[in-house]
């Protein structure tokens, strides 16, 4: 049976087996928009996207939450969640940014977030990064920070799931993580009661790691006693760690470009990067190299937008036109350029990201 870790890092390879093993649709709607995340096939599986893609199409409401546990500082990968809820609130979504300071201090061991104020600290990086992103502050709330109403749903979410159920998805019945399953429930179902948006399809896109706090979500909606829709999901492809073969992480920092890294950091680690080039010089430029397995290429894809130079790349690497040096040059400009740019607004953003997550 294949397992899916909610809070692991072990990377998912056959696809195509775990969709069916969970009852995944393979996702096909990627003519909904011509972004680039769609175009280059980052999302892979979806439940019930169908009333997602209705109510971009007939123009109705519908509403998206995402979230990210404050853990540590963001990297790449993160970005790509955000990138997605950036072009989701584009195509019409009513949409909320969960930082979630609560669940990262209940979730995870004391050596990472040994207190609650920690995970604050953490939150207002967070926070800042999220809107020099693009996010606008008033998407964006702390789980610290919120309503009765909230507090209220999350308690009754917990009268509908079993000591068992929660032993069967997760495999454990921790209760630092059982609180925080509680919190990302009700960060997802609450934003369809009164007092925020209303009723309405929801959106959530996750990996495929996630799928346990999906499945638990849309669960849980048909149990409870409110007017709501049953959430829809969708899954997109994680970003790899830096090296060969394994995921990103954030308490592996080689694994990853961080968003606060300084340039000299970024390109240490570019300089490092595994990439699918030859042996030698003479060896790439007479038979190419594989773009499919490079990690250089990888970070283009998830975050470079210009089809034009994704494609040149792929087939410069692809002829033996372009060499590992030359590429990864390319990488740390564009990479250098972006992280200034980004690091410029995200000290702008602070003192915003300050009132958001202590809400003075
Ligand atoms: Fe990767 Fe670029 Fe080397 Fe091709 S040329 S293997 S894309 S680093």
Not at 28 to 40: E, I, P, V, W
Not at 215 to 230: A, C, F, M, Q
Request: some cysteine.
């Amino acid at each position: 049976m294949t397992k899916i870790d909610a809070w692991g890092s072990n990377k998912i390879t056959n696809y195509k087996h775990v969709f069916k093993e969970f009852g995944l649709n393979e996702f096909k709607d990627y003519n909904l928009t011509d972004n680039y995340l769609f175009k280059r096939k980052i999302i892979i599986a979806e439940r019930d996207f169908s009333k997602i893609s209705n109510a971009i199409k007939n123009k109705k409401k519908f509403l998206q939450l995402t979230g990210i546990a404050c853990s540590g500082d963001l990297h790449f990968g993160h970005k790509v969640d955000v990138d997605f809820f950036n072009l989701f609130k584009r195509l019409g979504a009513e949409s909320k940014f969960c930082i979630c300071d609560i669940d990262g201090y209940v979730s995870r061991p004391d050596s990472k977030v040994a207190t609650i104020e920690v995970a604050k600290e953490v939150a207002v990086r967070n926070v800042a990064d999220l809107i020099a992103l693009g996010v606008k502050p008033k998407d964006i709330y702390v789980q610290s920070q919120k309503e009765k109403e909230y507090y209220q749903l999350t308690y009754e979410i917990s009268k509908k799931i079993t000591q068992n159920t929660f032993q069967a998805i997760y495999g454990h019945v921790d209760l630092g993580k059982m609180s925080a399953v509680l919190l990302q429930i009700a960060d997802i179902l609450h934003v369809q009661l009164p007092f925020m948006f209303g009723k309405a399809p929801t959106i959530t896109g996750i990996g495929l790691d996630q799928d346990p706090h999906a499945r638990i979500t849309r669960d849980v909606s048909k149990k409870i006693n409110y007017n709501i829709e049953v959430p829809s999901f969708f899954y997109f492809i994680h970003q790899s760690g830096l090296k060969e073969g394994n995921k990103m992480s954030t308490s592996e920092p080689n694994t990853a470009v961080f968003l606060n890294d300084s340039l000299k950091e970024m390109e240490k680690k570019i300089n490092k990067t595994f990439t699918g080039g030859r042996d030698t010089l003479e060896e790439q430029r007479a038979k190419g190299a594989n773009p499919d397995i490079c990690k250089v290429y990888e970070m283009f894809k998830f975050h470079n937008t210009d089809d034009k130079f994704l494609d040149k790349t792929y087939k410069d690497c692809k002829s033996g036109n372009l060499l590992c040096g030359e590429c990864k040059n390319n990488c740390k400009k564009w990479l250098g350029k972006f992280l200034t740019e980004h690091q410029t607004k995200v000290k702008k953003a602070l003192p915003t990201a300050k009132k958001i997550v202590y809400g003075k």
